[in-house]
């Protein structure tokens, strides 16, 4: 039998398959602090805010402003901010990132996002660039905001009012990073973010974002319309992981999903391949993710309604308590940040010192 | 033209701005990384009527610092701290510190109309050019730029930046200048201010035009009356030419106060404050690496730099000891002045029964920026006659420990000044704009022919 899932709720209003009603803003502050807290109580896992900044049309605020905004507003929801690494400095988005891991006390996750699924050079002054540079870049990036990341040892602090020492500087470690598009010398100006790393996702569509996935992130968004399709991703990213010597469960694989809640008959047809469409009736919808759980090993599902916010709220009120019933949803457990509800270890700093060898126990 | 009224803003190294206040009893030392901590001093100070919290920023880090400038060390990226002190506030501006030299507008103009509608008009750009030489590094660049690169950069960067906030579907951007090629438009809404507020800081004849062209607030950082009358007649005598109107440019030097209920006790704290501070041997009177703010060169924290600065040889006296009234007599003029504003401080002498010692110098000598010492009237004093000679608008105060000196200010001070009616009682608006008294400004591209 199937384990129980995760659930992730993508915010994307006004992008992809994502609209919303009228009487939601998602501008408004009101509107989102109570989206957020009602996914906390229905007991979503994360809240992933995602972003776009090639599409033209007005629709949201940034992300890592709105997930700041919505940390203290909240108590246990993990927030997951989407920045593409195509138009962006990595010093920037590392603190960024790091920022609303300390905000959060551990609930931070960064999607990373590229100009392959968001092309915007027009905004930034850059030609269009092939998909491998794009990723050479997410690469890259990532590489420097792991290292900014340990660049404080968790116990850099020593906040000594009777001495006066403030820090341990040999706790604190330039990372002298030179790379093809960037040369950082660090160390980051925050301190180690609760989680140690803050949690990495990404969206897998294809070979090459399953590659990335694979070998990077914490959390894998498996996009695709059948259980086949999806498959195969999942297979694509566990070649990845392995490949670099990642172990499989170091990954957390979710399959994106909309929910068309309704009289059976009443199902929209679906416009998109990059997700599954599941319709009809609660009971029918809760039927299709166990057939899909029980095709494909997923940890858990990103849940995407059509629309905001009377998607969710048919989903909180008619799939939820079924998916309970079924015992098919994972819940908090006590756990404080997002890597203890996901289950993945808290990651050992690469700068720190082993405990100094004694000459006799050395030799 | 309605009456002139203060402005307040808190400097918010949230270890306190003296360099030893994370030491005093009462502070928080892991202030910076607390951001319920940070909710609550930023309430205070909005319960006071503040105009705004500001979040100063580098984009460096260098555990040197740590005797100098702790609190600058590390610190949440501003634009996540600020929208999180938004959404425990109702009223307060939101100053959030950003560099355009390491940034990218399309960016910036995005996180800031966002912090603006989230926090339903309460965002500000602190529009700096960069104090740390070391960000470089950080951003794969050879070097720090020179001034004149820096605010060429700038200048375009901020007409993008506007030109961002007003775009539509209409009037998209299609920005093609020297540096920035930006089609728009802006994917987030028109903010709520139209264009959030924008502060400067800076000193060069650059920072001065720039100030004077695009400013709303300018922070600034002269420590003497004379000095600061002097920046604020040039920069308000620039507006005019950029068709404005100098009430339109609130100008508000930093300003650190220790208050308490009696001259007294305040004298202590500061005595206390400084006891703290690690000071250096006799010997090199050269200038030591980074003391006080921004990240300039310091200066050596013993008395041969005391030596060098007053004309006369204190080297190697014992540092408690009274200051003999000879060195007063001999001193150079830079040292009598010396002499005056430790005394003014202090209320030591080198005659009476309280006596001025040499540590006094050393300390006198090293602090940067204006500061006042007193109970609430002497501190009020103070603040009004700054405002009455146009020398400021308001202050951004600088609260030397956390958050006891927040709570002294506006326990105080506040209330003697509203006494006075030289600070309002109230808000009168929900948006930082409301506060300076600002218009929401139209847009700049002629759109209007659409509507
Ligand atoms: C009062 C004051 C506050 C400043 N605050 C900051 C700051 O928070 N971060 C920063 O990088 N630079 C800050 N600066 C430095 C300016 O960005 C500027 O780079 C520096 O003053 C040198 O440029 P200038 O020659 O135009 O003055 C500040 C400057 C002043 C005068």
New interface residues.
């Given amino acids: 039998m199937a384990k129980p899932l995760h659930l992730g709720f993508l915010y994307a209003p006004q992008s992809g398959h994502q609209t919303h009603d009228e009487s939601f803003d998602p501008l408004n502050p009101i509107h989102l602090t109570s989206l957020a807290r009602d996914l906390e109580g229905a007991g979503f896992a994360f809240l992933l805010v995602d972003d776009s900044v090639g599409h033209a049309a007005p629709a949201r605020s940034e992300a890592f402003t709105t997930a700041s905004f919505l940390a203290t507003r909240t108590r246990h929801i993990g927030l997951i901010a989407a920045a593409n690494t195509s138009y962006v400095e990595p010093y920037n988005v590392t603190r960024l990132a790091a920022s609303l891991d300390h905000v959060t006390h551990g609930r931070a996750g960064w999607l990373v996002a590229t100009g392959v699924a968001d092309p915007a050079g027009a905004n930034y002054g850059q030609a269009a660039f092939a998909p491998d540079l794009h990723y050479q870049r997410a690469e890259e990036i990532l590489d420097i905001a792991r290292r900014l990341w340990d660049s404080w040892e968790d116990d850099a602090f020593v906040r000594d009012k009777r001495s006066g020492v403030f820090v341990d500087g040999a706790k604190i470690h330039p990372i002298d990073y030179i790379g093809a598009s960037f040369t950082v010398k660090g160390p980051l100006n925050v301190a180690r973010p609760p989680q140690g790393q803050v949690i990495v996702a990404h969206r897998v569509v294809d070979r090459r974002s399953a590659e990335f996935a694979g070998r990077h992130a914490d959390i894998a968004i498996l996009g695709a319309a059948t259980a086949g399709d999806i498959a195969a991703l999942r297979a694509n990213v566990i070649a990845a992981a392995s490949g670099a010597r990642r172990e499989e469960q170091h990954v957390r694989l979710f399959a994106e999903i909309v929910p068309v809640i309704g009289p059976d008959h009443a199902a929209g047809a679906p416009g998109a391949t990059s997700a599954s469409f599941l319709s009809g009736t609660a009971t029918k919808i809760v039927d299709e993710i166990e057939a899909l759980t029980n095709a494909v090993t997923l940890d858990g599902l990103l849940v995407a309604p059509r629309v905001l916010r009377s998607g969710l709220d048919a989903f909180s009120r008619d799939v939820v308590p079924e998916l309970v019933r079924r015992q098919r949803l994972l819940s908090a457990n006590g756990s404080i940040t997002l890597r203890e509800r996901l289950n993945l270890s808290r990651p050992r700093n690469i700068f720190e010192h082993k405990a100094p060898q004694h000459a006799s126990t050395a030799g | 033209m309605s009456k002139r009224e203060l402005h307040f803003g808190l400097m918010f190294w949230a270890g306190g701005t003296h360099p ?1 206040g ?2 005093y ?1 009462s ?1 928080h ?2 202030a ?2 607390d ?2 901590f940070l ?1 609550r001093v930023t309430q205070l100070v909005e319960a006071a009527k503040f105009d705004f919290l500001f979040l100063g920023d ?4 260098d ?2 610092l ?2 100098t400038n ?1 609190s600058q ?5 501003p ?6 002190l ?3 506030t109702s009223h307060i501006g939101i100053v959030v510190t950003a560099n355009p030299t ?3 507008p ?2 910036l103009a ?2 800031f ?3 603006d ?4 008009g309460r965002a500000s750009w602190n529009l700096v050019t960069g104090a740390d030489e ?1 960000a470089a ?4 660049r050879q070097a720090h730029w020179d001034t004149e690169r820096r605010y060429d950069w700038a200048d375009e960067f901020v007409a993008v930046v506007r030109g961002l906030w007003d775009s ?2 209409i009037t ?1 951007l299609h920005h093609k200048g020297r540096y ?10 028109r903010p709520p201010q139209g264009h959030p507020v924008i502060l400067h800081a800076g000193t060069s004849d650059r920072s001065r035009e720039l100030g004077a062209r695009d400013a709303d607030v300018i922070f600034a950082g002269q420590a003497t009356i004379e000095s600061a009358k002097a920046y604020y007649a040039d920069v308000k005598s620039r507006a005019g030419k950029y068709g404005r109107a100098d009430s339109e440019i609130a100008i508000l030097p930093g300003l650190t106060p220790v208050v308490a209920e009696t001259t007294q006790q305040a004298v202590a704290i500061y005595d206390h404050l400084n006891s ?1 501070i ?1 000071l250096e041997p006799d010997g090199d009177g050269g200038e030591a690496s980074r003391y006080g703010s921004l990240g300039r060169m310091g200066k050596r924290r013993n008395l041969t730099a005391v030596s060098a600065a007053i004309g006369v040889d204190v080297s190697g006296q014992n540092r408690d000891a009274p200051v003999d009234p000879i060195v007063l007599a001999e001193a150079n003029e830079d040292g009598r002045r010396l002499f005056a504003d430790v005394t003014r401080l202090t209320r030591r002498d080198v005659k009476g029964p309280d006596r001025l010692t040499y540590r006094d110098l050393i300390i006198g000598h090293i602090s940067t920026g204006a500061i006042v010492v007193g109970d609430a009237k002497e501190v009020a004093d103070h603040i009004q006659h700054w405002f009455d000679e146009r020398a400021a608008d308001g202050f951004n105060i600088f609260p030397p420990y956390v958050p006891e000196s927040v709570e002294a200010f506006t326990g105080l001070v506040v209330p003697e000044l509203q006494r006075r009616g030289l600070y309002r009682t109230d808000y009168s608006g929900s948006t930082f704009r409301d506060h300076l008294g600002l218009a929401k400004p139209g847009p700049i591209l002629s759109n209007a022919t659409s509507l």
């Fill in positions: 030893s994370w030491r009893p502070s030392a892991g910076a990384f951001i319920e909710q580098r984009l460096a880090s555990p040197s740590q005797t702790p060390m590390s610190r949440l990226e634009f996540v701290s600020g929208a999180s938004a959404a425990a390491y940034y990218d399309y960016n995005r996180m109309a966002s912090l509608h989230l926090s339903q070391i590094g950080n951003f794969s539509d579907a998209p920035f090629e930006v089609a728009g438009p802006l994917n987030v809404k703290f690690a």
